[in-house]
């Protein structure tokens, strides 16, 4: 089903929408053109400080970024996202992916990567509804996720979420 509004939405003028949304969290926002192999036709890149961000008073990192990105026409009826968690300095990525992979999992996954290596991916909530109300629900929850990023040896190895957080 779709919902009042999502017919209609623009890929420019949603992901303008986006940037203005992060605006209230990130230090630098800036929406860029997806690279070659990235789906979609853009990205929203907001730069962190992970210790404001988080609230916590001691984090590994003092640089990350989220990366929101979403696809509109898709071969089902509701749109592919990414919403990514990204520290350049440990090679970490964790986040939202709604795509049309790994079906066994649902509609969207939860993936935490290590580098160039998926370490792990759990099913997530499906939220089916206006992509700026996806951002809303996804942006509170991305804290409690990079915190649940369980670490052996310095190595990311997997994700253990605890508490009332939207999956």
Avoid: K
Avoid at 63 to 75: H, M, N, Q, S, V
Avoid at 133 to 142: D, F, G, I, M
């Amino acid at each position: 089903m779709l919902l009042a509004n999502r017919a209609n939405l623009q890929a420019r003028r949603l992901h303008e929408r986006i940037a203005t949304r992060l605006r209230g969290s990130c230090e630098t926002v800036w929406r860029r053109r997806a690279e070659p192999g990235e789906p979609g036709p853009y990205r929203v890149v907001g730069e962190v400080t992970p210790r404001r961000f988080l609230g916590i008073d001691a984090y590994p990192t003092d640089d990350a970024r989220i990366e929101i990105g979403f696809r509109l026409e898709t071969e089902v009826e509701y749109e592919h996202y990414w919403c990514t968690w990204i520290e350049p300095d440990r090679g970490l990525a964790v986040g939202w992916h709604q795509d049309g992979s790994h079906e066994e999992l649902g509609s969207v996954h939860l993936q935490l990567d290590s580098g160039d290596t998926v370490i792990e991916r759990q099913a997530a909530t499906f939220i089916d509804a206006h992509p700026l109300a996806v951002v809303a629900r996804r942006l509170p929850s991305l804290g409690g996720v990079v915190q649940g990023v369980t670490w052996e040896d310095g190595e990311p190895v997997g994700i253990e979420i605890a508490g009332e957080i939207d999956r």
